[in-house]
């Protein structure tokens, strides 16, 4: 059984500030929600262009998932939605999503999608539809805000997603 408390890595400072796009890139603010875990869930995202007007927002549910699933549904659709060759920044709360994305994938590869433990990678298939999404855009930068702090645009993915998982209830 793991340890009640494990100390932060302080090697990796995660960016607590807004994203600031360059020319022609499309932010994706991104957010799941679960009632349960599982449970409802609903995610959300809603298109930015990069001089930060909303072209668009996506959201939907499934009557029964978890929290990071629909975290990582979220990022899916918000890039599904855009043309191949896109420059994208996805906006995520979830460190879940980040770290999967850009740190522990390459090692899941090399081990044949086993955590470092041995284990199967959980969520798998949406980890491989992830990076092939990923792969049909021109670049991909993945960046962390902290939620539930009054971002605007974090709010709004937020009550999307909420609204999604209680119309899958």
């Known amino acids: 059984m793991p340890p009640a408390y494990r100390p932060r890595r302080t090697a990796k400072k995660l960016p607590g500030t807004l994203p600031e796009p360059q020319p022609g890139e499309v932010l994706i603010w991104t957010d799941g929600a ?17 001089q930060g007007q909303a072209i668009g927002e996506r959201s939907g549910g499934a009557p029964r998932t978890t929290n990071n699933i629909m975290e990582m549904t979220a990022a ?26 850009t740190s522990w994938m390459a090692g899941w590869k090399k081990r044949g999608w086993k955590t470092a433990g041995g284990d199967p ?23 962390w805000v902290k939620g539930h ?11 999307l997603a909420v609204a999604a998982a209680a119309a899958a209830a």
């Open 149 to 159: 702090v009054g971002n605007a645009l974090n709010e709004r993915a937020d009550e």
């Open 34 to 50: 679960c009632q349960g875990n599982p449970g409802p869930g609903g995610w959300a995202a809603i298109l930015v262009d990069d």
């Open 121 to 143: 990678v959980k969520n798998k298939q949406l980890w491989l539809d992830l990076d092939a999404e990923a792969a049909r855009h021109a670049s991909v930068r993945w960046h």
């Open 76 to 101: 899916l659709e918000g890039m599904r939605a855009l043309p191949a060759g896109s420059a994208v920044v996805v906006v995520t709360d979830s460190r879940y999503l980040l770290d999967g994305m």
